[in-house]
């Protein structure tokens, strides 16, 4: 009977600790919307990006034609009633390939991020916690990465490994995580004397366990941030490689290449070239924008 009631007793506590950690984070979350809002820029920011990732899953519904499906009588159209963005060159409607081609950067965006996260936090993190010639030797390569332009090193990468879309997501993660290296080097840097890494340390937790237990919790904000900024960089940098044909190849409608494609009709149909041009400037600001302002909301400092 005694056993039984300590059972339940214990029962009992463990799901009121998950339901005060289930209410702590909607309460940071909370918070968090709230400052979100607070800032104007920030939230104009987050509208844009979330209208992106509507606009990439809802693609099907959105559009209103075939984006990949030629029409050479109705080539280089207006922009109308029936082509809201007018047509391209053979005919296809621009607006709907600018909503398929937010998929395409979207899911560059995303691709690139799950790449260059992990490997620039296991780089950065492994050179700040062993120190010594450890670190020397990975944070001289990171220089060196970070000593050329990314757009050229991008460009390199990617004349190297062919065109196509997949090889321009591998080139451009090769420019983006030198940034998450260094970032996550300094960060670990500053938790690596603490006194919860000692008592880790002490208590015999290996080195894999203290960075991603103790330290990737500390570090997940600033890079998180970084991430956010560094979308920007990401589309442009895709939208350059598709510019100049060596990112996502025809017909699969890209922003970059659709831009690229509307060159030579630029006097007679200004519509090729600005609509996706816009689009990418918009995203770009939206990234930045949204990544200012998490910086704002989470650095501690402005608590």
Same mark, same amino acid.
């Given at each position: ?6 059972n339940?007793?214990h ?5 009121e600790?998950?339901? &005060?950690?289930?209410?702590?984070r ?5 918070v968090? %919307?709230?400052s ?9 920011? #987050?509208?844009?990006?979330a209208?992106?990732?509507a606009?990439a899953?809802l693609a ?5 034609h075939?984006? *990949? =499906?030629? $029409?050479l009588?109705?080539?280089?159209r ?8 007018g ?8 607006y709907s390939?600018l ?8 899911? *560059? &965006?995303?691709?690139?991020?799950v *790449?260059?996260?992990?490997?620039? #936090? ?9 120190g010594? %010639? ?5 944070m001289?390569i990171t $220089?060196i990465? =970070?000593s ?6 991008a460009?390199?990468?990617?004349a ?12 451009i993660a ?8 260094r970032?996550a080097? @300094? ?7 603490? $006194? ?5 340390e ?6 894999? /366990? *203290?960075?991603?237990?103790h ?12 991430l956010t900024?560094n979308?920007s &960089? ?23 290449a ?10 007679? @149909?200004? %519509?090729?070239t600005?609509?996706?041009g816009i689009a ?9 924008l ?6 704002d909301?989470?650095d501690? /400092?402005?608590?």
């Amino acid at each position: 009977m005694a056993t039984r009631y300590f059972n339940d007793l214990h029962n009992w506590l463990i799901n009121e600790d998950f339901s &005060s950690m289930r209410q702590a984070r909607l309460h940071k979350a909370y918070v968090l %919307w709230l400052s979100l809002l607070a800032n104007p820029l920030a939230f104009a920011g #987050f509208v844009v990006v979330a209208a992106l990732i509507a606009i990439a899953v809802l693609a099907p519904l959105l559009a209103n034609h075939d984006p *990949i =499906l030629q $029409d050479l009588t109705m080539a280089l159209r207006p922009p109308s009633a029936l082509h809201w963005f007018g047509t391209d060159e053979f005919g296809r409607d621009v607006y709907s390939r600018l909503v398929y081609g937010a998929r395409t950067t979207l899911y *560059i &965006s995303i691709l690139v991020t799950v *790449i260059v996260a992990p490997i620039g #936090f296991a780089i950065g993190a492994t050179a700040g916690y062993l120190g010594g %010639w450890v670190d020397v030797v990975l944070m001289r390569i990171t $220089d060196i990465f =970070l000593s050329f332009p990314s757009l050229v090193l991008a460009l390199a990468f990617s004349a190297a490994l062919g065109p196509g879309i997949e090889n321009a997501v591998i080139a451009i993660a090769l420019t983006v995580w030198p940034p998450i290296a260094r970032l996550a080097r @300094a960060e670990t840097l500053t938790f690596r004397s603490a $006194d919860f890494v000692v008592a880790a340390e002490l208590q015999g937790a290996g080195m894999g /366990r *203290i960075l991603f237990r103790h330290i990737v919790p500390l570090c997940a904000p600033s890079i998180i941030i970084r991430l956010t900024l560094n979308m920007s &960089s990401v589309i442009l940098t895709a939208a350059g490689l598709g510019f100049l044909g060596l990112g996502a190849q025809p017909p699969m409608p890209e922003w970059g290449a659709m831009a690229a494609s509307g060159r030579q009709y630029l006097l007679d @149909a200004w %519509w090729l070239t600005t609509v996706p041009g816009i689009a990418i400037l918009l995203v770009s600001l939206a990234f930045n924008l949204l990544g200012d302002g998490l910086r704002d909301i989470m650095d501690p /400092r402005n608590a």
